[in-house]
């Protein structure tokens, strides 16, 4: 019987030939009928893939297999399901690309990378040692570094959750001054698996954020640690056909439909074919248009 699961990992370290390396792990992701996505730079890779078991397992030792990957922080997860040709059923297609960065910032000419990762980032706090500074001190200050309709359902408690649609956007937001006021406050960066508080947290030390630590791990390891059962609160968003995850059985459900205001942890494209907008929406107003698509309490055409 296939066991469906779903890796998520990254390493930011130097490539001299990120081409060489694109071709190596798509013709290996097919021959094992992976699915997901990769994307590869001279600064590292970033991916999460679907697949079976034994496939995946076999895609491990590959990808470890090479030096630079070796230490690899692999994350796994459950997936939904294997089709008729061994293929996962989360992800459509398998897609391996090579980009200016491997979390979309905007600003590959800020980052550092050396073989011991992101040069000039913020310090890596374990979930136990977030917990101990959290118990230290009573000025510390979440910051999600999540687009915002991720957090809509499911956050750390009290975290700042900035107006960012895009990655792209954090940059202009800590330019602009909107959280300069945190700058003598130790904020913890953290995001799904990691990756992109790597980048925000050494952006926001560069800009003179004094104490910036970065949750190792991401929400990923700190849910594996406390569940529910800790400072998180709600379900976190996966970029996958699951839509979202769970860490317990009583994970509380924060978000709100964005028709009906009823809660809901449910995600959803906006129905308009030529709208690429995503919303918090429940199952009976999962038809309905998002608010750019309305005037007046009607749809827009």
């Not at 970029?239 to 995600?267: L, M, N, Q, Y």
Request: aromatic residues 8%.
């Amino acid at each position: 019987m296939a066991t469906p699961k779903i890796v998520l990992f990254y390493v930011f370290t130097p490539l001299a030939d990120p081409e060489a390396i694109r071709l190596w792990q798509r013709d290996l992701g097919e021959a094992l009928r992976l699915r997901g996505r990769l994307i590869i730079s001279k600064d590292g890779i970033n991916g999460t893939l679907g697949g079976d078991l034994p496939a995946l397992k076999k895609w491990a030792r590959s990808f470890r297999s090479y030096a630079p990957f070796a230490k690899a922080d692999i994350k796994w997860s459950e997936g939904t399901g294997i089709d008729e040709t061994g293929h996962s059923t989360d992800f459509p297609k398998l897609s391996v690309k090579v980009r200016d960065e491997i979390v979309s910032f905007g600003a590959p000419g800020e980052l550092r990378v050396d073989e011991n990762g992101v040069v000039g980032g913020g310090r890596r706090l374990t979930p136990e040692q977030l917990h101990e500074l959290v118990a230290d001190r009573d000025d510390v200050v979440f910051f999600d570094g999540r687009n915002a309709l991720e957090a809509q359902i499911g956050r750390f408690r009290d975290a700042i959750v900035p107006d960012a649609e895009t990655t792209r956007d954090f940059v202009r937001l800590l330019d602009s001054g909107a959280y300069d006021d945190l700058k003598g406050k130790p904020v913890v960066t953290y995001c799904t698996g990691g990756i992109r508080c790597e980048v925000l947290s050494s952006l926001m030390t560069a800009r003179g954020f004094g104490e910036v630590y970065q949750l190792e791990g991401g929400i990923v390891r700190y849910g594996e640690a406390f569940g529910d059962d800790g400072l998180w609160d709600g379900s976190l968003y996966v970029f996958d056909g699951r839509g979202s995850v769970d860490f317990s059985d009583h994970a509380a459900v924060i978000g709100e439909c964005a028709g009906c205001r009823r809660p809901t942890k449910r995600t959803a494209n906006c129905p308009d074919a030529s709208c690429r907008v995503q919303q918090v929406v429940c199952e009976e107003c999962v038809s309905l248009p998002c608010p750019a698509h309305v005037r007046d309490g009607q749809p827009t055409g």
